[in-house]
Each structure stands twice: as C-alpha cells, then as structure tokens.
C-alpha cells in the first residue's frame, strides 16, 4: 500500500506527520530520549527488522531529528543521537505517552514515569500559556490565520 503524502498540505501537523508519522520513527525516537543510540540496541529493543530500521533512521537523519556520529571507522558504526530538533519532539513524545498512560494503560499501570530531577518527584507535563502561565485546555484557545496561511485552505472557525 502507497502512502498518502502531506507534503503539499498547508498544516503544520500535516508537515511534521511527513517526518515522524510512521509508527516505528516515534519509538526510535522514545528510545532516543531513554538513552539508545546504537543500531543493534534499536533491533533488539524494537524487534523491528533490520531494513526498516534502516530507512527510518536515514529518513531521521535527513530530516535533521537525528544525527550520525562515527564510533568506529573500520567497521563503518554509527551512534544515532538527537539533534536540537530531535529533542524539540520531548513534549510530543512525553504527552503521548501520558495520554496512553490514561486512556490505554489505565492509572497504576503507567510502564514509566517521569521523575522531576530538581525536586525528586513524578510529575506529569502541563500546557500553559507562555504570556500568563494559566494552565491551557482546549475551550481555552482558539485558532487563527497564522503568518504563513496562504489563504488557498479552508478558513480557520473560531
């Protein structure tokens, strides 16, 4: 089966979805921010065959989520560590998961969490407004005609 492309879409989502919408990128990714970085850790961890891996993580690479970085020449080896737009994808990856934790998992089941460093406690990742600090739901915000909308898509509801 061909897959659809969103290059052409005027979404941001649609865009990012050309790059981590395949379901083994985002868990290369998680396992990126659980600390993997060679290939055959990827093959174990995932299960995923060799050749899938492969290609996804050429896709990552070149679309500068990850980034290849020479262990040993001889053999031709590769780390996979992110890049800053790599770890842009940590509020992604964390609320994925929190929602699975939720809605999937079910609470007492969460097969990780996230332990605040600073103050040593579990804390779950929050949405707030960047001018005022008020926690955001949706109800709360409401979509506009962005710098970048050509006008050509359908028009934003507010």
């Not at 993580?57 to 053999?75: N, P």
């Amino acid at each position: 089966m061909r897959k659809v492309s969103f290059a052409d879409m005027e979404c941001s989502i649609a865009q990012a979805l050309e790059i981590v919408g395949e379901w083994w990128t985002l868990l290369i990714v998680r396992d990126c921010f659980l600390g993997v970085r060679r290939f055959d850790d990827f093959v174990e961890r995932l299960g995923i065959s060799r050749n899938v891996l492969t290609d996804r993580l050429d896709k990552l690479v070149d679309a500068g989520v990850l980034e290849r970085q020479t262990y040993d020449d001889a053999r031709n080896r590769h780390d996979y560590v992110l890049t800053d737009k790599g770890r842009a994808l940590w509020p992604v990856i964390t609320t994925l998961r929190e929602w699975g934790d939720e809605w999937i998992t079910g609470e007492g089941n969460e097969p990780i969490v996230i332990e605040h460093r600073a103050c040593g406690q579990i804390t779950h990742t929050r949405i707030v407004c960047d001018c005022c600090g008020e926690e955001l739901h949706a109800s709360d915000v409401r979509a506009r005609r962005g710098p970048g909308h050509s006008g050509a898509s359908p028009a934003v509801r507010s």
